[in-house]
């Protein structure tokens, strides 16, 4: 399977901040030591997802949210597991992409495979493909689908990575959510945003 890897030379990490102030004032004296506080009204939270959009995938089945638009490829291709037709819908960041690849198999197929193994295959592949170390691994389930979270490190051109995924095999469809970041510069807060917001229509 063809998964996807980021490109380190130009990812400007953006943080935010936003704090709230107290601030305390002490009066003179009049017979006795008397204080009083002065309150600054809390600035409101700020939403750091606020500038995501909202990808929506009639063919595909499903929505996710990103921090830019998705650029969408497809493909044809012949597996060990198949013929397939992979689409890929991409968010790259400089060093951090977001990513969801849907790898669609023919009914005959998808009706003679241990999905456990399926997904075990799929994970492999991906870690693989980055020449990775698994570090973390847990079932996850989505609209009555049984399927996998991974995280791990590998490389790329000399680039140490952190990559997140998670993989579902809906029906005949396989969905591979991806989030590969150089280490150091993930955000933890910013990939569980992603993998949470994808829904299946």
């Not at 690849?101 to 241990?114: G, L, Q």
């Not at 994970?123 to 693989?128: E, H, I, S």
């Amino acid at each position: 399977m063809k998964l996807f890897a980021a490109n380190p030379k130009s990812f400007w990490p953006v943080i935010v901040l936003c704090a709230g102030a107290l601030v305390f004032a002490a009066c003179g004296k009049s017979g006795k030591d008397e204080a009083a506080a002065t309150e600054t009204p809390t600035a409101p939270a700020v939403n750091p997802y606020a500038g995501w959009v909202e990808y929506i995938s009639d063919p595909m089945g499903f929505t996710v949210m990103a921090p830019k638009p998705m650029e969408i490829s497809r493909e044809k291709s012949e597996t060990a597991d198949g013929p397939t037709d992979i689409n890929y819908f991409m968010a790259e960041m400089g060093a951090v992409t977001y990513g969801v690849v849907c790898n669609d198999f023919s009914p005959e197929f998808t009706a003679k495979i241990d999905r456990k193994e399926f997904l075990d295959k799929g994970v492999k592949g991906f870690v693989d493909k980055l020449a990775g170390t698994l570090t973390a691994e847990r079932d996850v389930t989505l609209s009555g689908y049984t399927g996998r979270e991974i995280e791990m490190t590998g490389s790329s051109q000399g680039v140490a990575l952190y990559g997140k995924a998670r993989f579902f095999l809906a029906g005949t469809r396989l969905y591979q959510l991806a989030y590969i970041a150089e280490q150091g510069k993930e955000d933890a807060a910013a990939v569980d945003h992603f993998l949470d917001s994808f829904k299946l229509k």
